[in-house]
């Protein structure tokens, strides 16, 4: 035997350092394993003095630290389970914890329902003015009697006008039987008050069959009129192209004029009216109609069979009153009752309540067959029959077009 084989001899059966001799088996082809005999003769190292023992019956362990809270006991596996491992208890739900709302039928609430109006405090705004908003100031906004009753009134109002009608284009025509009447005026006032509250389009059409002048009483003109739109109504294929036959100015309110042309031979007709209500439907959500007098032109036809609802305007004369009234009559009998119950009567006191007529009894008479009747106040801007500018009427007058809108909106949307 070499010096080099018995060298490797020796080192193989080398004792341990605690005397105790083990074996190294080498198996051909594989690695070094110890094996399960030697294992036999494994001393294992004896505890350093001064580690942890266990503590005695009944004392704590060195080091321990008490805690507030104990640890939730493990339950005692169940022998006829297939794993046996041992569980935690959870403990008990508090019933009153449970939102009563996750037990509803509709099921939980969805994300959606989570909006800054619900979840945010809402602050108590200020009055708009008057001794309320001198009172809130001097108090620092510790008292805060909120606005007066008018107010609240308007600020429904508003909230009326300004309701959504959904995606099909709404008609208002304005009838009258008797010119000089004012029925321009009002188409004028209930166009800027829907216009001025409303989010959507609104235009008002004149579709007298002579020479409106719709065009007069609002603020703007426009180089194209309704008898060019008809000719040009299938190249018209935008917005921004049919505001080139619009006129805007001053308010929010589109005007689509009449040809003030004397020498026009022909009159705007039924087929006239159908094809510019079909482009402007496209567009607006709402049309009014400044009507020609009468109710028997070709105009009408159309006009009427596409109102959703219909104001009529009566002067306060004998004669108007007696006309307005008329004209119901002829709704009726050619079998449009419908557009009578949902019809508003505006009565425009145009020549100023200083004649001997009555308008209270006016108004008791139209209140039998119509549902709404409104009165306008006499107004020295509007008796001027120049443009109307909104800001310059009288405050009656402003509430009195703010409240017909409101009433016409109401009739849309019933």
Same mark, same amino acid.
């Given at each position: 035997?070499?010096?080099?084989?018995k060298?490797e001899n020796?080192?193989d059966?080398?004792p341990?350092p605690?005397?105790?001799p083990f074996e190294?088996v080498?198996?051909?082809d594989?690695?070094?394993?110890v094996?399960?005999g030697s294992?036999?003769?494994l001393?294992?190292p004896?505890?350093?003095a001064?580690?942890?023992?266990?503590?005695?019956?009944?004392?704590?362990?060195?080091g321990?630290?008490?805690v507030?809270?104990?640890?939730?006991?493990?339950?005692e596996?169940?022998?006829?389970s +297939?794993?046996g491992? *041992?569980? /935690?208890?959870?403990?008990? $739900?508090? =019933?009153?914890?449970?939102s009563e709302r996750?037990?509803? &039928?509709?099921?939980?609430?969805p994300?959606?329902?989570l909006?800054?109006d619900?979840?945010?405090?809402?602050a108590?705004?200020?009055?708009v003015g008057?001794?309320?908003l001198?009172?809130?100031?001097?108090t620092?906004?510790?008292?805060?009697?909120?606005?007066p009753?008018?107010?609240r009134?308007?600020r429904a109002?508003?909230?009326?006008?300004?309701?959504?009608?959904?995606?099909?284009t709404?008609?208002?025509?304005?009838?009258?039987?008797?010119?000089?009447?004012?029925?321009?005026t009002?188409t004028?006032l209930?166009?800027?008050?829907?216009? +001025?509250?409303?989010? *959507?389009? /609104?235009?008002?059409?004149? $579709?007298? =069959?002579?020479?409106?002048?719709l065009?007069d009483?609002n &603020?703007?003109?426009?180089?194209?009129?309704?008898?060019?739109?008809?000719?040009?109504?299938?190249?018209?294929?935008?917005?921004?192209?049919?505001s080139?036959?619009?006129?805007?100015?001053?308010?929010r309110?589109?005007v689509?004029a009449?040809?003030?042309?004397?020498?026009?031979?022909?009159?705007?007709d039924?087929?006239?009216?159908?094809?510019?209500?079909?482009?402007?439907?496209?567009?607006?959500?709402?049309?009014?109609?400044?009507?020609?007098?009468?109710?028997?032109h070709?105009?009408?036809?159309?006009?009427?069979?596409k109102a959703?609802?219909?104001?009529?305007?009566?002067g306060?004369?004998?004669?108007? $009153?007696?006309?307005a009234?008329?004209?119901?009559?002829?709704?009726?009998a050619?079998?449009?009752?419908?557009?009578?119950?949902?019809a508003?009567?505006?009565?425009n006191?145009?020549?100023?309540?200083?004649?001997?007529?009555?308008?209270?009894?006016?108004?008791?008479?139209?209140?039998?067959r119509?549902?709404h009747v409104l009165?306008?106040p006499h107004?020295?801007?509007?008796?001027?029959?120049s443009?109307?500018e909104?800001?310059k009427?009288?405050p009656?007058?402003?509430a009195?077009?703010?409240?017909?809108?409101a009433?016409?909106?109401d009739?849309?949307?019933?």
């Amino acid at each position: 035997m070499t010096d080099e084989k018995k060298h490797e001899n020796d080192a193989d059966s080398a004792p341990e350092p605690d005397g105790t001799p083990f074996e190294v088996v080498a198996v051909p082809d594989a690695r070094d394993r110890v094996s399960a005999g030697s294992l036999a003769g494994l001393t294992l190292p004896q505890p350093i003095a001064g580690a942890s023992v266990p503590p005695a019956p009944g004392k704590p362990p060195a080091g321990y630290l008490p805690v507030s809270s104990r640890v939730p006991e493990r339950e005692e596996a169940d022998p006829e389970s +297939d794993t046996g491992a *041992d569980t /935690v208890a959870e403990p008990p $739900a508090d =019933p009153e914890q449970a939102s009563e709302r996750r037990t509803r &039928p509709e099921g939980p609430e969805p994300a959606s329902s989570l909006t800054s109006d619900r979840l945010i405090e809402k602050a108590a705004t200020p009055p708009v003015g008057g001794w309320r908003l001198w009172l809130y100031r001097a108090t620092l906004g510790y008292v805060n009697l909120g606005d007066p009753d008018h107010v609240r009134l308007r600020r429904a109002l508003e909230h009326r006008i300004a309701t959504r009608l959904g995606e099909r284009t709404r008609f208002v025509p304005v009838l009258s039987r008797k010119g000089g009447v004012g029925k321009t005026t009002v188409t004028t006032l209930l166009g800027m008050a829907l216009a +001025d509250l409303r989010e *959507d389009r /609104v235009i008002a059409l004149d $579709a007298n =069959p002579d020479r409106g002048t719709l065009s007069d009483r609002n &603020p703007g003109r426009a180089t194209y009129t309704a008898r060019h739109l008809v000719k040009d109504r299938f190249s018209v294929d935008s917005f921004a192209q049919l505001s080139e036959y619009t006129a805007r100015e001053g308010s929010r309110l589109d005007v689509l004029a009449s040809d003030p042309d004397p020498m026009v031979a022909h009159a705007f007709d039924d087929g006239d009216y159908r094809a510019v209500t079909d482009v402007l439907g496209r567009y607006y959500s709402i049309v009014l109609t400044d009507s020609g007098t009468g109710m028997v032109h070709s105009v009408m036809k159309g006009t009427l069979e596409k109102a959703d609802a219909v104001v009529l305007v009566s002067g306060g004369s004998v004669d108007e $009153a007696r006309l307005a009234s008329e004209t119901l009559t002829w709704l009726e009998a050619h079998g449009r009752d419908d557009l009578v119950k949902k019809a508003i009567v505006v009565i425009n006191i145009g020549a100023g309540e200083g004649t001997r007529v009555d308008i209270d009894e006016i108004e008791e008479h139209f209140r039998t067959r119509v549902a709404h009747v409104l009165r306008i106040p006499h107004d020295r801007h509007l008796a001027e029959g120049s443009q109307i500018e909104f800001g310059k009427l009288r405050p009656a007058t402003r509430a009195a077009a703010t409240e017909l809108a409101a009433l016409v909106v109401d009739q849309l949307i019933g």
